[in-house]
């Protein structure tokens, strides 16, 4: 368990200070894995992975539903802490909780629907079996800590493997926190273990141990880069999950008033720090002033302030140097709406939507993971495709508009992964997640997420005499 304390000052070698974002005070230290300890931790797991597959799938199933069960008791212990290493509002961390619970429970109910199959050839018999991989490594950012190891940890261990997950720097506690409830609820000791720690050090050793079979990362594009690069020397599988650009486009034939109303909360929710934030708010000319006119009082409406409020919005940023990385996407003296944020401790920057910018300015063009967004006008369809398009991202969007053809189009020539017509929602685990172009490769949640921690091997028996 980490221990807590409240001095500050620079991490000692071999362990991480985890601060409250509101408050820059130190939290908990946690001490970080050595190359050596993921070297052990991957033979324990190995060892436990055989025991885990050898188990009848109803039992493991069982098992599961027991964790999900666990964890639903201890929603509001996870939510408060992710509200104390992360920042996240109350609401939001509750949710994310009641996610990961989610997460296990609709895993578990594919452990025993994990079939294969028996096609049609001369001469016998041929099967496909969907076998585990082994050993998966989850290598996870801050931004959501609970629910994107949860997309990777619960079909990986429902699909019959053992699981190391590697959180990030600043938010381990709720990873830790729930590796000790699967061990509450019987899971086997080993199959899923929890290995804080720097990326460059333990996060690297698990990408290049030989033992690991998949490595699922999430966080930034550069990182992700480097790691598929690094999967390749033993042809390890990956899923990665990248950044995001992601463009809002309202169309001049849209319910105006809804689209203002919601264009705040889908780039201003956990401070920006999401990956599918909608920041390219791209406007047709003949709405865009009737539509900036709308979204100041919005952007004004959102409460920014303790995230254990019941009643805030948006709370900070995950720590000062983001803070630092957030500010300098804003130009001084831009054209902006900009929303309040509390003074004093804490690493708080203010909702901000830039409203003069060039497309090519870096607040346009670049992922800020922060509250910040930019509108540009558009002329007509085509148009807002082109500039929908126009980046090396493509994860998420929204488009707003009562014509259906148009959205049918718009949503087919829209490149990313995850589209919402006349609404924000792109996350639900039941249905697929994922990035076109550079916002990832693979996907996660939905009905295929068994399949991607499973192999497929086909068998042929010959019936001949
Ligand atoms: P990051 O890339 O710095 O870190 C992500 C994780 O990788 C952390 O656990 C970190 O310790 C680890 N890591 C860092 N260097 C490593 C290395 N050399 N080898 C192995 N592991 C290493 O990203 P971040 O700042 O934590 O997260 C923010 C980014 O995550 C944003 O770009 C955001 O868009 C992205 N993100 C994507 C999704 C998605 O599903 N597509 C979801 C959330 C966040």
Known sequence: MPRHHHTTGADAPGEH??????????????????PGQVGEAVRCAAGAQRGWVDAAPADRARLLRRYACLVDEHIEELARLEVREAGHTIGNARWEASNARDLLD??????????????????????????????????????????????AVAPALA???????????????????????????????????????AGPVTGDALVTHPGVAKIVFTGSAAVGKSVMAKCAAT??????????????????????????????????????????????????????????????????????????????????????????????????????????????PGFWYPPTVLTGLG??????????????????PFEDEQDAVRLANATPYGLSGSLWTRDTGRALRVSRAVAAGNLSVNSHASVRYSTPFGGYKQSGLGRELGPGALAAFSETKNVFISSEE
């Open 359 to 376: 497309p090519d300015a870096p607040a346009a063009v670049e992922e800020v993971f922060g509250p910040v967004a930019v509108v540009i």
């Open 17 to 34: 200070r985890v601060l409250d974002p509101a408050t820059g005070e130190s939290v908990a230290t946690v001490p970080a894995t050595t």
């Open 106 to 151: 609709y895993a578990a109910g594919g452990v025993e629907r994990l079939a294969g199959a028996q096609i049609p050839v001369a001469g016998g018999v041929d099967i496909t079996f969907l076998e585990p991989l082994g050993v998966v490594g989850v290598i996870a950012p801050w931004n959501f800590p609970m629910p994107i190891a949860s997309w």
């Open 235 to 344: 042809v390890k599988r990956v899923t990665l999950e990248l950044g995001g650009k992601s463009p809002n486009i309202v169309f001049a034939d849209a319910d105006i008033e809804r689209a203002a109303a919601t264009a705040p909360m889908s780039f201003l929710d956990n401070a920006g720090q999401d990956c599918c934030a909608r920041t390219r708010i791209l406007v047709q000319r003949d709405v865009h002033d009737r539509f900036l006119d709308l979204l100041a009082p919005a952007v004004a409406a959102v409460t920014v302030g303790d995230p254990a409020d019941e009643g805030t919005d948006m709370g900070p940023l995950i720590s000062a140097a983001h803070l630092e990385r957030v500010r300098s996407y804003v130009p001084s003296g831009a054209d902006a709406i900009l929303g309040s944020a509390p003074e004093g």
């Open 159 to 197: 699909a019959g493997n053992a699981v190391l997950l590697k959180p990030a720097e600043a938010t381990p506690l709720t990873a830790l926190r729930l590796a000790e409830l699967a061990l509450e609820a019987g899971l086997p000791e080993h199959l899923f273990q929890v290995l804080p720690g």
